[in-house]
């Protein structure tokens, strides 16, 4: 795996155009819009439960404003699915990922993007269970492959809150053992700490296929500014750096850490 100095505003440039999209965790619809308007799918399939259930999973922790946030952006997202050039295009589906992938055939996706739940198991089934809906040479887009402790949006590490290092490594450890049991490859992470104060995020194409995803991986490392080879992406870590005479958490800054 490479990690890339382009954030994932720049490395949109580089993914395949017209293609059949999904995204597994949409809430607001901000990357979903992204999506829509840089690679101009066929189809962009948008699947979120959108807190259809009070007390399952994910939906027990939330507050009843978050639900209640949530129903508002499932509308939204729903209203914008249909109007102008969308129409017939997206499709909202308000389901949980693993439910909703029944309905779609094996070797379908060009580009799934995985945002649903940071946790091991969420993460690690949702992409498993998406692995044989891809395209021989489709890309995996996994969200958040960081050790969930640096807030970064916040400029700070979080002391207790996540549990224990397995629970915050789960994202890292996830990606990995997808990769590991479905045969797939990690091929690039970005780097987007300093340009958009966001955790990375992982590409991944389906390991020895030489298809678009390889070639996608190809583009990115020569029009980065820079790129990295990390042999083992199990190593993948976080640093805050504070810098002298910082005056706000916003000062903080991070980089990422082979350990
Ligand atoms: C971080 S937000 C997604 C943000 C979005 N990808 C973006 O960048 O604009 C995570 C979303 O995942 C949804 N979610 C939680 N569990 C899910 C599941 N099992 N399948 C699909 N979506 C899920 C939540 O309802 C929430 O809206």
Redesign the pocket.
Known sequence: MFIIGFNFDEVIKFLPRGGVIA??????????RKLFHELSPEKLYL?????MDEDV??AGRLTESDRSA?VDYHREVLEWGKSGDRDGRVEVIRD???PASHQFPDKYFDIVYV???DSYD?FYN?LCTYAPKMKDDGIIIG?DFYDLRFRVNKGSVRKDGVGDEETSLCMINAANDFARDCGWELLVMTDEYKSIRRPPRFLAGKKDFNGVAHKVRDKLLRNAPWAIEVDDPRRVRQTMVVPKGATSPMDNLFFTRIV
Do not use: F, H
């Open positions: 995204e597994l965790g949409v809430k607001r619809g901000r990357n979903a699947v979120d439960p959108w807190a999973g994910y949530l949980y990922a693993i945002d649903t739940l969420g949702d969200d």
